[in-house]
């Protein structure tokens, strides 16, 4: 009826036709009819909530059957490849690894290979990192370097954007989101069973989610890393009962063992080595030569003798 609080003809159609504001006056069957042929795009938000957490390998396709290369990534004049060898041997031969070496030595692009490599049985390779672009960026590399997609063999996981499937052995991931893994579908998924090594990278960048997770993967490896032919829990005698509940869940799951590698260019070594029972790596790093040069008189102008100072550098090198 028209009057002066009824609905203008222009925008009668689009009110029909929303799935969320149907007229009362339409019938039922049109409501349903409406509903089922009407589509809308979905949000971010809503396809990262579609997503199943952990998928099962059904949904993998028919190429994920077939065994995945090995991701080993080519050595290079980092500081890291010579240290290979002892690197493998340290985690084979101990739960916990306090690694530290200075910026730009490859301590995150290789040593997830070198763990993935040296440490048998089944499982990947988490490596978190403090910020998404890095976990992005790291992936991407890492990937053209081993010479599969990103989401394939190496993958990352950042809140809203993950590109990891059963098919990933490499996982970057933010510690937010590992601490996601470890407290959500059941008590079982405290013992990071996806994994048989967490890689905590840059562990002096404290957050709210590095402490948190720091004492959840120390628990997990305390219950994974156990003598198979004991039954006895005395090596976890003062661990409290948390660790013990874990332990029975291992033992239930066949869980493999976990190895822990903390990793910093500034790390309080000692510190961590002490609250995880670890051995402590130190890589040194490359140095190059410096030379300091000073003016035979002040300069009357500090931003022109910079400038002249860095164009003679830019000549002479």
Known sequence: KKGPYSIPETLRTPLRISQLFILPSTSRATRSSIQQTTTYPSTPLEEEMKRPLHPSSSSSSSSSSEPAPPLVLPPTSLPICSYESRIKALLKSHPALVLTSSTGSGKTTYLPSYALSSLPGPGGVACTQPRRVACTSVASYVASRVGCAVGDGVGYNVRFDRKA??????????????????????????????????????????????????????????????????????????????????????????????RVVVMSATIST???????????????????????????????????ACVEACARLHEAY
């Open 165 to 258: 499937g059963p098919s990933t052995l490499i996982t970057y991931l933010t510690d937010g989101m590992l601490l996601r893994d470890a407290c959500t579908s059941s008590e079982a998924s405290r013992l990071l069973s996806r994994y048989k090594c967490v890689v905590i990278d840059e562990a002096h960048e404290r957050s709210l989610a590095t402490d948190v997770i720091i004492p959840i993967v120390k628990q997990a490896m305390l219950a994974r890393n156990y003598d198979r032919n004991v039954k006895s829990d005395a090596d976890i005698e003062g661990q409290g009962s948390d660790v013990k509940k874990l332990r029975r869940m291992a033992r239930k799951m066949k869980a493999p063992k976990l």
């Open 270 to 304: 000692g510190l961590f080595a002490e609250y995880f029972g670890a051995e402590v790596l130190a890589v040194p790093g490359r140095t190059h030569r410096v030379d300091v040069c000073y003016l035979k008189a002040p300069a009357r102008d500090v931003v022109e």
